[in-house]
Protein backbone atom coordinates (compact mmCIF):
# COMPACT_ATOMS: atom_id res chain seq x y z
CA UNK A 1 0.00 0.00 0.00
CA UNK A 2 2.78 2.50 0.99
CA UNK A 3 4.90 1.88 -2.53
CA UNK A 4 1.44 2.48 -4.42
CA UNK A 5 0.50 5.41 -2.71
CA UNK A 6 4.50 6.34 -3.13
CA UNK A 7 3.95 5.48 -6.77
CA UNK A 8 0.67 7.76 -7.17
CA UNK A 9 2.61 10.59 -5.60
CA UNK A 10 5.94 10.40 -7.95
CA UNK A 11 2.90 10.71 -10.76
CA UNK A 12 1.49 13.64 -9.55
CA UNK A 13 4.30 15.02 -9.24
CA UNK A 14 5.76 14.41 -12.38
CA UNK A 15 2.66 15.58 -14.30
CA UNK A 16 2.95 18.79 -12.03
CA UNK A 17 6.48 19.33 -12.84
CA UNK A 18 5.33 18.59 -16.99
CA UNK A 19 2.78 21.26 -16.74
CA UNK A 20 6.11 24.46 -17.28
CA UNK A 21 7.26 22.14 -20.06
CA UNK A 22 3.68 21.94 -21.68
CA UNK A 23 3.42 25.87 -21.24
CA UNK A 24 7.05 27.07 -22.01
CA UNK A 25 6.78 24.88 -25.33
CA UNK A 26 3.06 26.43 -26.42
CA UNK A 27 4.57 29.67 -25.79
CA UNK A 28 7.44 29.36 -28.18
CA UNK A 29 5.03 27.82 -30.76
CA UNK A 30 2.23 30.33 -30.39
CA UNK A 31 4.92 32.87 -30.83
CA UNK A 32 6.72 31.76 -33.64
CA UNK A 33 3.78 30.64 -35.52
CA UNK A 34 0.70 32.99 -34.38
CA UNK A 35 2.29 36.41 -32.90
CA UNK A 36 5.64 36.15 -35.07
CA UNK A 37 3.25 34.98 -38.12
CA UNK A 38 1.97 35.74 -40.98
CA UNK A 39 -1.14 38.70 -40.62
CA UNK A 40 -4.04 36.27 -42.24
CA UNK A 41 -6.07 39.69 -42.44
CA UNK A 42 -5.79 40.00 -46.01
CA UNK A 43 -5.24 36.27 -46.82
CA UNK A 44 -8.69 35.43 -45.64
CA UNK A 45 -10.05 38.58 -47.13
CA UNK A 46 -9.37 38.75 -50.23
CA UNK A 47 -8.10 41.81 -52.58
CA UNK A 48 -9.64 45.31 -52.57
CA UNK A 49 -11.30 44.77 -48.65
CA UNK A 50 -12.70 48.00 -46.90
CA UNK A 51 -11.47 49.68 -43.80
CA UNK A 52 -14.26 47.81 -41.96
CA UNK A 53 -14.09 44.59 -43.33
CA UNK A 54 -10.72 44.31 -42.19
CA UNK A 55 -11.32 46.15 -39.04
CA UNK A 56 -13.96 43.07 -38.35
CA UNK A 57 -11.32 40.42 -39.69
CA UNK A 58 -8.45 41.43 -37.28
CA UNK A 59 -10.98 41.70 -34.64
CA UNK A 60 -12.40 38.11 -35.45
CA UNK A 61 -9.27 36.99 -35.31
CA UNK A 62 -7.82 38.33 -32.31
CA UNK A 63 -5.09 41.05 -33.41
CA UNK A 64 -6.74 43.70 -31.30
CA UNK A 65 -6.11 41.85 -28.29
CA UNK A 66 -2.73 41.73 -25.99
CA UNK A 67 -0.31 38.72 -26.59
CA UNK A 68 -0.66 37.01 -23.04
CA UNK A 69 -4.32 37.64 -23.43
CA UNK A 70 -4.53 35.70 -27.00
CA UNK A 71 -1.95 33.03 -25.08
CA UNK A 72 -4.01 32.27 -22.46
CA UNK A 73 -7.21 31.66 -24.61
CA UNK A 74 -5.31 29.28 -27.14
CA UNK A 75 -4.61 27.67 -24.09
CA UNK A 76 -7.97 27.72 -22.89
CA UNK A 77 -8.70 26.31 -26.09
CA UNK A 78 -6.15 23.72 -26.27
CA UNK A 79 -7.44 22.09 -22.69
CA UNK A 80 -11.40 22.22 -23.93
CA UNK A 81 -10.36 21.12 -27.53
CA UNK A 82 -12.30 23.78 -28.76
CA UNK A 83 -9.84 24.16 -31.39
CA UNK A 84 -11.46 26.29 -33.56
CA UNK A 85 -12.09 26.05 -37.80
CA UNK A 86 -9.19 25.26 -40.32
CA UNK A 87 -9.66 28.04 -42.54
CA UNK A 88 -9.28 26.59 -45.77
CA UNK A 89 -12.13 24.48 -45.69
CA UNK A 90 -14.17 25.57 -42.61
CA UNK A 91 -14.01 22.30 -40.87
CA UNK A 92 -13.35 22.61 -37.38
CA UNK A 93 -10.37 21.23 -36.32
CA UNK A 94 -11.75 18.67 -33.82
CA UNK A 95 -13.45 16.85 -36.60
CA UNK A 96 -10.75 17.24 -38.69
CA UNK A 97 -8.52 15.23 -36.17
CA UNK A 98 -11.33 12.79 -35.23
CA UNK A 99 -11.06 11.76 -38.78
CA UNK A 100 -7.44 11.26 -39.30
CA UNK A 101 -6.11 10.24 -35.99
CA UNK A 102 -7.85 6.85 -36.51
CA UNK A 103 -5.97 6.84 -39.96
CA UNK A 104 -2.46 7.73 -39.11
CA UNK A 105 -2.25 4.91 -35.74
CA UNK A 106 -3.46 2.54 -38.44
CA UNK A 107 -0.87 3.72 -40.50
CA UNK A 108 1.90 3.45 -38.19
CA UNK A 109 1.36 0.85 -35.95
CA UNK A 110 2.51 -1.99 -38.19
CA UNK A 111 5.59 -0.62 -38.70
CA UNK A 112 6.34 0.73 -34.95
CA UNK A 113 5.31 -2.66 -33.81
CA UNK A 114 7.03 -5.01 -36.11
CA UNK A 115 10.10 -2.90 -36.35
CA UNK A 116 10.16 -2.51 -32.73
CA UNK A 117 10.27 -6.46 -32.22
CA UNK A 118 12.49 -7.07 -35.35
CA UNK A 119 15.09 -4.49 -34.25
CA UNK A 120 14.79 -6.01 -30.27
CA UNK A 121 15.39 -9.50 -32.50
CA UNK A 122 18.22 -8.44 -34.45
CA UNK A 123 19.93 -6.56 -31.42
CA UNK A 124 19.66 -9.41 -29.45
CA UNK A 125 21.47 -11.95 -32.22
CA UNK A 126 24.29 -9.55 -32.01
CA UNK A 127 24.76 -9.35 -28.68
CA UNK A 128 24.82 -13.13 -28.16
CA UNK A 129 27.35 -13.65 -30.45
CA UNK A 130 29.18 -10.76 -29.57
CA UNK A 131 32.62 -10.09 -32.38
CA UNK A 132 31.27 -12.67 -34.50
CA UNK A 133 30.34 -12.06 -38.24
CA UNK A 134 26.85 -12.05 -37.66
CA UNK A 135 27.33 -9.33 -35.22
CA UNK A 136 29.47 -7.63 -37.91
CA UNK A 137 26.71 -7.99 -40.48
CA UNK A 138 23.98 -7.18 -38.03
CA UNK A 139 25.98 -3.75 -37.18
CA UNK A 140 26.93 -2.68 -40.59
CA UNK A 141 23.34 -3.47 -41.95
CA UNK A 142 22.28 -0.96 -39.06
CA UNK A 143 24.49 1.96 -39.91
CA UNK A 144 23.52 1.51 -43.74
CA UNK A 145 20.54 1.98 -42.34
CA UNK A 146 21.07 4.76 -40.38
CA UNK A 147 22.67 6.78 -43.39
CA UNK A 148 19.70 6.42 -45.95
CA UNK A 149 17.11 8.95 -45.95
CA UNK A 150 13.42 8.19 -45.21
CA UNK A 151 12.56 10.42 -48.31
CA UNK A 152 15.18 8.12 -50.36
CA UNK A 153 13.31 4.97 -48.21
CA UNK A 154 9.83 6.04 -49.33
CA UNK A 155 10.77 6.74 -53.50
CA UNK A 156 12.37 3.53 -53.40
CA UNK A 157 9.83 1.35 -52.11
CA UNK A 158 7.31 3.17 -53.99
CA UNK A 159 9.09 2.45 -57.44
CA UNK A 160 10.03 -1.30 -56.86
CA UNK A 161 6.45 -2.42 -55.43
CA UNK A 162 3.88 0.03 -56.67
CA UNK A 163 5.31 0.65 -60.69
CA UNK A 164 8.12 -2.05 -61.27
CA UNK A 165 6.43 -4.79 -59.35
CA UNK A 166 2.57 -3.51 -59.56
CA UNK A 167 1.86 -5.60 -56.73
CA UNK A 168 0.31 -2.48 -54.45
CA UNK A 169 -0.89 0.81 -54.66
CA UNK A 170 1.35 3.75 -54.79
CA UNK A 171 -1.11 6.03 -53.54
CA UNK A 172 -4.60 6.67 -52.10
CA UNK A 173 -5.92 5.01 -49.01
CA UNK A 174 -9.62 3.05 -50.82
CA UNK A 175 -9.82 0.57 -47.35
CA UNK A 176 -13.03 -0.99 -47.34
CA UNK A 177 -11.64 -4.46 -45.09
CA UNK A 178 -8.66 -6.31 -43.76
CA UNK A 179 -7.72 -7.59 -47.34
CA UNK A 180 -7.71 -3.43 -48.85
CA UNK A 181 -6.13 -2.52 -45.17
CA UNK A 182 -2.79 -5.24 -45.60
CA UNK A 183 -2.85 -4.52 -49.63
CA UNK A 184 -2.62 -0.65 -48.56
CA UNK A 185 -0.14 -0.55 -45.44
CA UNK A 186 2.14 -3.08 -46.85
CA UNK A 187 4.61 -0.70 -48.26
CA UNK A 188 4.25 2.33 -45.67
CA UNK A 189 5.24 -0.29 -43.38
CA UNK A 190 8.24 -1.86 -44.88
CA UNK A 191 9.27 1.79 -45.07
CA UNK A 192 8.98 2.62 -41.89
CA UNK A 193 10.16 -0.71 -40.41
CA UNK A 194 13.47 0.07 -43.17
CA UNK A 195 13.98 3.68 -41.93
CA UNK A 196 13.71 3.08 -38.42
CA UNK A 197 15.98 -0.49 -38.03
CA UNK A 198 18.52 0.72 -37.99
CA UNK A 199 19.11 3.16 -35.27
CA UNK A 200 16.60 0.84 -32.87
CA UNK A 201 18.69 -1.93 -33.41
CA UNK A 202 22.29 -0.12 -33.12
CA UNK A 203 20.76 1.45 -29.60
CA UNK A 204 19.36 -1.90 -28.31
CA UNK A 205 22.42 -4.00 -29.47
CA UNK A 206 24.10 -1.93 -27.07
CA UNK A 207 22.13 -2.07 -24.18
CA UNK A 208 21.82 -5.38 -24.62
CA UNK A 209 25.45 -6.17 -25.00
CA UNK A 210 26.39 -4.15 -21.60
CA UNK A 211 23.74 -6.46 -19.57
CA UNK A 212 25.68 -9.77 -21.16
CA UNK A 213 28.81 -8.83 -19.13
CA UNK A 214 26.82 -8.71 -15.59
CA UNK A 215 27.42 -10.98 -12.88
CA UNK A 216 24.03 -12.03 -12.93
CA UNK A 217 24.00 -13.44 -16.61
CA UNK A 218 27.78 -14.87 -16.17
CA UNK A 219 26.14 -17.02 -13.52
CA UNK A 220 23.90 -18.27 -15.77
CA UNK A 221 25.56 -19.70 -17.98
CA UNK A 222 27.70 -21.37 -15.37
CA UNK A 223 24.77 -22.92 -14.06
CA UNK A 224 24.04 -24.40 -17.57
CA UNK A 225 20.58 -22.33 -18.27
CA UNK A 226 19.15 -22.47 -21.99
CA UNK A 227 20.47 -19.14 -24.09
CA UNK A 228 16.63 -18.57 -24.53
CA UNK A 229 16.04 -18.32 -21.04
CA UNK A 230 18.98 -16.05 -20.18
CA UNK A 231 17.89 -13.95 -22.91
CA UNK A 232 14.59 -13.11 -22.19
CA UNK A 233 14.43 -13.28 -18.71
CA UNK A 234 18.25 -12.05 -17.59
CA UNK A 235 19.23 -9.66 -20.09
CA UNK A 236 16.46 -8.20 -21.50
CA UNK A 237 14.12 -8.44 -18.36
CA UNK A 238 17.17 -6.17 -16.89
CA UNK A 239 17.52 -3.93 -19.68
CA UNK A 240 14.00 -2.88 -19.49
CA UNK A 241 14.29 -0.01 -18.26
CA UNK A 242 16.27 2.29 -21.30
CA UNK A 243 14.23 0.05 -24.02
CA UNK A 244 10.89 0.94 -22.76
CA UNK A 245 12.18 4.56 -22.60
CA UNK A 246 13.81 4.66 -25.93
CA UNK A 247 10.08 2.77 -27.04
CA UNK A 248 7.91 5.85 -25.09
CA UNK A 249 10.27 8.62 -26.00
CA UNK A 250 10.48 7.81 -29.51
CA UNK A 251 6.27 7.26 -29.99
CA UNK A 252 5.25 10.85 -30.20
CA UNK A 253 8.34 11.97 -32.61
CA UNK A 254 8.22 8.41 -35.14
CA UNK A 255 4.29 8.90 -35.48
CA UNK A 256 4.83 13.08 -36.31
CA UNK A 257 7.16 12.81 -38.99
CA UNK A 258 6.55 9.53 -39.94
CA UNK A 259 2.70 10.25 -41.00
CA UNK A 260 4.32 13.70 -42.36
CA UNK A 261 6.25 12.18 -44.96
CA UNK A 262 4.67 8.85 -45.44
CA UNK A 263 0.69 10.50 -45.80
CA UNK A 264 2.56 13.34 -48.23
CA UNK A 265 4.21 10.80 -50.40
CA UNK A 266 1.26 7.75 -50.54
CA UNK A 267 -1.62 10.35 -50.62
CA UNK A 268 -2.99 9.05 -47.04
CA UNK A 269 -5.34 11.40 -45.22
CA UNK A 270 -4.57 11.05 -42.07
CA UNK A 271 -2.80 13.99 -39.68
CA UNK A 272 0.28 13.88 -41.27
CA UNK A 273 -1.34 15.23 -44.51
CA UNK A 274 -3.44 18.18 -43.01
CA UNK A 275 -0.87 19.34 -41.24
CA UNK A 276 1.54 19.59 -44.32
CA UNK A 277 -1.34 20.73 -46.14
CA UNK A 278 -1.41 23.16 -43.47
CA UNK A 279 1.66 24.44 -43.46
CA UNK A 280 1.81 25.10 -47.23
CA UNK A 281 -1.31 26.96 -46.60
CA UNK A 282 -0.28 28.72 -43.41
CA UNK A 283 -3.98 27.46 -42.03
CA UNK A 284 -3.17 28.20 -38.28
CA UNK A 285 -5.70 26.80 -36.40
CA UNK A 286 -4.65 23.57 -37.90
CA UNK A 287 -0.83 23.96 -36.97
CA UNK A 288 -1.27 25.45 -33.51
CA UNK A 289 -3.21 22.30 -32.59
CA UNK A 290 -1.28 19.85 -34.02
CA UNK A 291 1.76 21.58 -32.42
CA UNK A 292 -0.02 21.76 -28.93
CA UNK A 293 -1.26 18.30 -28.88
CA UNK A 294 2.22 17.41 -30.44
CA UNK A 295 3.73 18.74 -27.18
CA UNK A 296 1.26 17.34 -24.77
CA UNK A 297 1.89 13.92 -25.85
CA UNK A 298 5.22 14.15 -26.32
CA UNK A 299 4.89 15.35 -21.90
CA UNK A 300 2.64 12.43 -21.40
CA UNK A 301 4.87 9.94 -23.05
CA UNK A 302 7.80 10.82 -20.50
CA UNK A 303 5.87 10.92 -17.77
CA UNK A 304 4.72 7.78 -18.32
CA UNK A 305 8.39 6.46 -19.06
CA UNK A 306 9.40 8.25 -15.52
CA UNK A 307 6.34 5.90 -14.08
CA UNK A 308 7.19 3.11 -15.68
CA UNK A 309 11.43 3.03 -14.61
CA UNK A 310 9.85 3.90 -11.24
CA UNK A 311 7.58 1.03 -11.43
CA UNK A 312 10.19 -1.51 -13.16
CA UNK A 313 13.03 -0.46 -10.16
CA UNK A 314 12.09 0.86 -7.15
CA UNK A 315 15.36 1.81 -6.49
CA UNK A 316 15.02 4.95 -8.19
CA UNK A 317 12.80 6.04 -6.02
CA UNK A 318 14.86 6.39 -3.24
CA UNK A 319 18.22 7.45 -5.09
Known amino acids: MNDRRALLAFGLRKLVGAVPLVLGVTLISFTLTVHFGPDQTYALLGKNPTAAEVEQMRTQ ?3 DQPFLLRYADYLRRLATLDLG ?9 RAMLARTIPVSLLLL ?3 FVLGTLLALFLAALAAWNRGSALDRVISAASVVGMSLSFVVILVGLQAVFGVWLGWFPVRGWNVAGVADYLHHVAVPT ?3 IVATLGYNTRFFRAVLAAEMTSEQVRTARAFGIGPLRIMT ?3 VGNSLLPIVTRILFSMPLLVISGS ?5 HFGIPGVGRITFAAVMSGDQPVLMAVVGLSAVLFVLAVTFADLLCRLFDPRLGRA
Do not use: K
Open 109 to 111: APG
Open 85 to 93: HAQATGEPV
Open 190 to 192: LAF
Open 233 to 235: VHV
Open 260 to 264: LLIES
Open 61 to 63: LGY
